[in-house]
């Protein structure tokens, strides 16, 4: 590996969020602490960095480098378990974590498998002088995962807290000593996403026999191709006439069958009086669906359901609003959204940062 500071070039950060000193000062304000001054600019330059080739290397430990979020409005979610773990650990001491990675570990205890984060966190330390501040190395074990159960809340392993002063290490800048330039590359997100399934035909067809129903014929089509390769659904927009004009409407995302299962029966027991006849398959970001609507169809194991837009919200006001006659007749409203794809990828694009970034006073 190649050391960072006589590869500036090669640098590749994500996800900065820069910082303004006006900023600045209310997060020392609120930690009531002053950062070196030297420091502030780093701060500001490199707030919420994230690395993709950029590791920190010191004795035997390596990690990914993440730089801290001062941006107010961030700060104290992102402080509050760091907080409570150094009023544990290291009570009556000012800490602030300004650099942090971890590594990811899969270990078993006796029968338990246990998947947890050897987490790094590089701190300022003005234990001694609120003003002045040393530079610690603390490193703790999290579980997050337990026999495949999520941990939601974060359990420390008792033993792994330990905390170091870092004697070479005076100011942010030294800290880029021990940087180094991996061989990662750039894994950009799409703009589009694998919707999967992972319901059997036999589950499918019997899911349908409950209910007395027959999905369309191109619905369960995409559901299979859904289950054996994935479906790629790109931003997509449906537009339909209101008195006034045209209304137009993201496509949503499908949700896969055992998400349909679970909404319509909580529909059936929350949403009182809800249509039994009513089958949410995608859903929009506003908390809204498009249903099957199979209402009305003496034989519903023969006919096609129509489309319906449930619009619902959390004090109870419902409607269902007539989308298309057939679930074809509902993809031929829908059209590739060239401009969010367009906007998407250039917000992907501006995401990243390449080489040293610029620095003010």
């Given at each position: 590996?190649?050391?960072?500071?006589?590869?500036?070039?090669?640098?590749?950060?994500?996800?900065?969020?820069?910082?303004d000193?006006?900023?600045?000062?209310e997060?020392?304000?609120?930690?009531?602490?002053?950062?070196?001054?030297?420091?502030?600019?780093?701060?500001?330059?490199?707030?919420?960095?994230?690395?993709v080739?950029i590791?920190?290397?010191?004795?035997?430990?390596?990690?990914?480098?993440?730089?801290?979020?001062?941006?107010?409005?961030?700060?104290?979610?992102?402080?509050?378990?760091?907080?409570?773990?150094?009023?544990?650990?290291?009570?009556?001491?000012?800490?602030?974590y300004?650099?942090?990675?971890?590594?990811?570990v899969?270990?078993?205890?006796e029968?338990?498998?246990?998947i947890?984060?050897?987490?790094?966190?590089?701190?300022?330390?003005?234990?001694?002088?609120?003003?002045?501040?040393?530079?610690?190395?603390?490193?703790?074990?999290?579980?997050v995962?337990?026999?495949?159960?999520?941990?939601?809340?974060?359990?420390?392993?008792?033993?792994?807290?330990?905390?170091?002063?870092?004697?070479?290490?005076?100011?942010?800048?030294?800290?880029f000593?021990?940087?180094?330039?991996?061989?990662?590359?750039?894994?950009?997100?799409e703009?589009?996403?694998?919707?999967?399934?992972?319901?059997?035909?036999?589950?499918?067809?019997?899911?349908?026999?409950?209910?007395?129903?027959?999905?369309?014929?191109?619905?369960?089509n995409?559901l299979?191709?859904?289950?054996?390769?994935?479906?790629?659904?790109?931003?997509?927009?449906?537009?339909i006439?209101?008195?006034?004009?045209?209304?137009?409407?993201?496509?949503?995302?499908?949700?896969?069958?055992?998400?349909?299962?679970?909404?319509?029966?909580?529909?059936?027991?929350?949403?009182?009086?809800?249509?039994?006849?009513?089958?949410?398959?995608?859903?929009?970001g506003?908390?809204?669906y498009?249903?099957?609507?199979?209402?009305?169809?003496?034989?519903?194991?023969?006919?096609?359901?129509?489309?319906?837009?449930?619009?619902?919200?959390?004090?109870?006001?419902?409607r269902?609003?007539?989308?298309a006659?057939?679930?074809?007749?509902?993809?031929?409203?829908?059209?590739?959204?060239?401009?969010?794809?367009?906007?998407?990828?250039?917000?992907?694009?501006?995401?990243?940062?390449?080489?040293?970034?610029?620095?003010?006073?």
């Amino acid at each position: 590996m190649e050391k960072l500071l006589e590869n500036w070039d090669k640098a590749i950060w994500e996800n900065i969020i820069k910082i303004d000193g006006k900023m600045l000062n209310e997060v020392e304000k609120k930690l009531k602490v002053k950062f070196p001054m030297a420091d502030k600019k780093y701060i500001k330059a490199y707030n919420n960095a994230r690395s993709v080739n950029i590791v920190f290397r010191i004795e035997r430990e390596e990690f990914k480098v993440d730089f801290s979020n001062f941006n107010i409005d961030f700060l104290e979610m992102n402080t509050k378990f760091f907080l409570s773990l150094i009023e544990t650990y290291f009570p009556s001491q000012k800490i602030v974590y300004i650099l942090s990675g971890r590594e990811k570990v899969n270990t078993k205890i006796e029968e338990t498998v246990l998947i947890y984060y050897k987490q790094y966190e590089i701190c300022y330390d003005f234990t001694k002088n609120e003003e002045e501040a040393e530079f610690c190395l603390i490193i703790y074990e999290e579980v997050v995962e337990k026999d495949g159960i999520e941990i939601l809340k974060k359990e420390i392993v008792e033993g792994t807290v330990k905390k170091e002063k870092l004697e070479n290490v005076h100011s942010l800048k030294d800290l880029f000593e021990y940087m180094y330039i991996t061989d990662e590359k750039v894994e950009k997100e799409e703009v589009f996403y694998i919707f999967r399934e992972t319901a059997t035909e036999n589950e499918i067809k019997k899911f349908e026999e409950e209910l007395g129903i027959k999905f369309p014929e191109n619905y369960e089509n995409m559901l299979n191709r859904a289950r054996e390769e994935g479906v790629r659904l790109y931003p997509k927009k449906w537009k339909i006439k209101v008195p006034r004009g045209v209304m137009e409407y993201d496509t949503g995302m499908y949700i896969d069958l055992k998400d349909v299962k679970e909404t319509y029966e909580i529909f059936l027991e929350e949403h009182k009086p809800y249509p039994k006849k009513l089958i949410a398959i995608a859903l929009y970001g506003n908390g809204d669906y498009a249903c099957l609507d199979y209402r009305g169809k003496l034989n519903t194991t023969l006919k096609e359901p129509k489309i319906t837009y449930y619009v619902h919200d959390e004090i109870g006001n419902r409607r269902f609003i007539h989308l298309a006659d057939s679930y074809d007749k509902f993809l031929d409203m829908i059209e590739i959204d060239e401009e969010e794809i367009e906007r998407k990828e250039k917000e992907i694009e501006e995401s990243y940062f390449y080489g040293e970034q610029p620095l003010e006073d």
